[in-house]
């Protein structure tokens, strides 16, 4: 791979030992501080870089682990089916809800017979009561008015 045109020189300067250009000491510390730069500046990347890398290397083990749990709690419900443990277990609450419904409905029965009966009596009661009060009625019409 060519190195990028402005560190091209620094090749052809190698090369060309034997002549006469000798670099300056002013040259060599600009050289050395840039060299300091470009690898201060590659370790600042290579540092956000790793960051990075550790970030996505958690995440991706963090779903990795849900997702191993998730297929783990899906393995066990296919075996549940596969077993007929599920149908057991819906038959099991299936008879239950069945008795309580078969009580619910004695219960209701109950009630609309205890319904009628109360009505049944409020009736008697109302009819008790007019002739109870159809014979205070006539109990006063037919006795003599008795002054005090």
Do not use: F
């Amino acid at each position: 791979m060519l190195a990028p045109l402005k560190d091209r020189n620094l090749i052809e300067r190698e090369s060309s030992t034997d002549s006469a250009e000798t670099p300056t000491l002013a040259d060599l510390q600009a050289e050395n501080m840039a060299l300091r730069l470009a690898l201060r500046q590659a370790r600042r990347s290579q540092r956000r870089s790793a960051t990075l890398t550790a970030r996505q290397i958690v995440t991706l083990n963090n779903e990795m682990s849900r997702l191993q749990q998730l297929n783990l709690s899906l393995q066990q419900q296919c075996e549940e089916y596969a077993s007929g443990q599920a149908i057991v277990s819906i038959g099991q609450r299936l008879m239950v809800l069945e008795e309580s419904n078969e009580q619910l409905l004695a219960a209701a029965q109950q009630v609309w017979y205890l319904d009628k009966s109360l009505c049944a009596a409020h009736h008697e009661c109302e009819r008790l009561a007019r002739e109870r009060d159809a014979a205070i009625c006539c109990l006063r019409t037919d006795l003599p008015h008795r002054p005090n």
